[in-house]
T-cell receptor, first 116, second 114 residues
Framework: GDSVTQMEGPVTLSEEAFLTINCTYT??????LFWYVQYPGEGLQLLLK?????DKGSNKGFEATYRKETTSFHLEKGSVQVSDSAVYFC???????????????FGQGTILTVHP | DADVTQTPRNRITKTGKRIMLECSQT?????MYWYRQDPGLGLRLIYY???????NKGEISDGYSVSRQAQAKFSLSLESAIPNQTALYFC?????????????FGPGTRLTVL
């Protein structure tokens, strides 16, 4: 079945450092890819998404590019802030028309802590 | 604001008790989901419902049941709680059609089974 693998955390950075969180996937079809973020004490919220190869999703200074050839969707941010401290989840969903469309498969999550 | 709410937010119970977790949404979405979150395992799908008359098992449905009382309400039950059901439970919703894969999550219910 489909699966998502994220780099193991936790990740600890100083403010203004560069962030990369690696994500690779295995899927039988051609999935859509997502990054969700979970701030302390809250539910998950969509950070960005990409639906086809070479698409770049971006939001709040975060970016991720859909790389079909390497089955990856790495999350990057050029300069992190203390307020970015959260748990980040990579996820995939089958495309419309697939039997599993609408069901998300999540990675295990990566805890990010940013210090002043 | 249109929202996804969960009750209770925290619950401590004993082995063998029946527990119901409730989810309500004001987003007008047709599709609703229940997940559990365990440290190091991400979120795993328990049940999902694409409309009021459509209920489907997810990857870890054993020991759980659900009820879709209305478009806006989706409840998760543990008929006889056991300690390894201690987890953080999330409800989520999505629209149908091309936006089905973008899900909106509630704040979660932390369940402890002693």
């Amino acid at each position: 079945g489909d699966s998502v693998t994220q780099m193991e955390g936790p990740v600890t950075l100083s403010e203004e450092a560069f962030l990369t969180i690696n994500c690779t996937y295995t899927a039988t079809g051609y999935p859509s890819l997502f990054w969700y973020v979970q701030y302390p004490g809250e539910g998950l919220q969509l950070l960005l998404k990409a639906t086809k190869a070479d698409d770049k999703g971006s939001n709040k200074g975060f970016e991720a590019t859909y790389r079909k050839e390497t089955t990856s969707f790495h999350l990057e941010k050029g300069s992190v802030q203390v307020s970015d401290s959260a748990v980040y989840f990579c996820a995939l969903s089958e495309r419309p028309g697939g039997t599993s469309y609408g069901k998300l498969t999540f990675g295990q999550g990566t805890i990010l802590t940013v210090h002043p | 604001d249109a929202d996804v709410t969960q009750t209770p937010r925290n619950r401590i119970t004993k082995t063998g008790k029946r527990i119901m977790l409730e989810c309500s949404q004001t987003k007008g979405h047709d599709r609703m989901y229940w997940y559990r979150q365990d440290p190091g395992l991400g979120l795993r799908l328990i049940y999902y419902s694409f409309d009021v008359k459509d209920i489907n098992k997810g990857e870890i449905s054993d020991g759980y049941s659900v009820s879709r009382q209305a478009q806006a309400k989706f409840s998760l039950s543990l008929e006889s709680a056991i300690p390894n059901q201690t987890a953080l439970y999330f409800c989520a919703t999505s629209r149908g059609g091309s936006e089905t894969d973008t899900q909106y999550f509630g704040p979660g219910t932390r369940l402890t089974v002693l």
